[in-house]
């Protein structure tokens, strides 16, 4: 079955110390890997595309790397705005092409 | 630009009482999902439409929910009649790509509470 695990599922840090996300998936057919970012009562909001296997993008604080089992968003020096849920989600081929999100993880930045 | 319009942004009903939820998508884009999002868990799809066809509604509910998307723009779930395990928040999402690039853009949701 194809799956989509985020962990930690909540990270707490002080402002400045960096830590990383992992998002880790069983699928068959992966077309490509995805992170939105989703602030409360809101609706996720896209950050980055990775297609394959040792592609990284980057965006002010984060980072994303992509490996054939797991990404990681990694957050360097993060400020208390960081603050929010990141969504990991892969797209797929079953049958029909589907987009997989996984459960998030809760991050918050301390001041 | 305005984004992805969606309403109502709560609702508290009954059980077995119907609900609706209306979408206005972002101009030009012409695939439309609506995902189904339970505290704490990441979305789930419950159908996508290539204009005004849906092409993948394997994920939907069929014995109480239905949705259509006229003219290709507008859409609207409907859920009857509403059970206790419908309570979640209803997010609509649209892309201009196709969701091949990952890059949907997401409405800030309806908030379904049933009692």
């Known amino acids: 079955e194809d799956q989509v695990t985020q962990s930690p599922e909540a990270l707490r840090l002080q402002e400045g110390e960096s830590s990383s996300l992992n998002c880790s998936y069983t699928?068959?057919?992966?077309?490509?890997l995805f992170w939105y970012r989703q602030d409360p009562g809101k609706g996720p909001e896209f950050l980055f595309t990775l297609y394959s296997a040792g592609e990284e993008k980057e965006k002010e604080r984060l980072k994303a790397t992509l490996t054939k089992k797991e990404s990681f968003l990694h957050i360097t020096a993060p400020k208390p705005e960081d603050s929010a849920t990141y969504l990991c989600a892969v797209s797929i081929i079953q049958g029909a092409q589907k987009l997989v999100f996984g459960q998030g993880t809760r991050l918050t930045i301390n001041p | 630009e305005a984004g992805v319009v969606q309403s109502p942004r709560y609702k508290i009903i009954e059980k077995k009482q119907p609900v609706a939820f209306w979408c206005n998508p972002i101009?030009?884009?012409?695939?439309l999902y609506w995902y189904r999002q339970n505290l704490g868990q990441g979305p789930e799809l419950l159908i996508r439409y290539e204009n005004e066809e849906a092409v993948d509604d394997s994920q939907l509910p069929k014995d109480r929910f239905s949705a259509e998307r006229l003219k290709g723009v507008d859409s609207t779930l409907k859920i009857q009649p509403a059970e206790l395990g419908d309570s979640a928040v209803y997010l609509c999402?649209?892309?201009?790509?196709?969701?091949?690039?990952?890059?949907?853009?997401f409405g800030e949701g309806s908030r379904l509470t049933v009692l």
């Open positions: 699928v068959s057919g992966l077309r490509g």
């Open positions: 999402a649209s892309s201009s790509f196709g969701w091949n690039t990952g890059e949907l853009f």
């Open positions: 101009s030009g884009h012409n695939t």
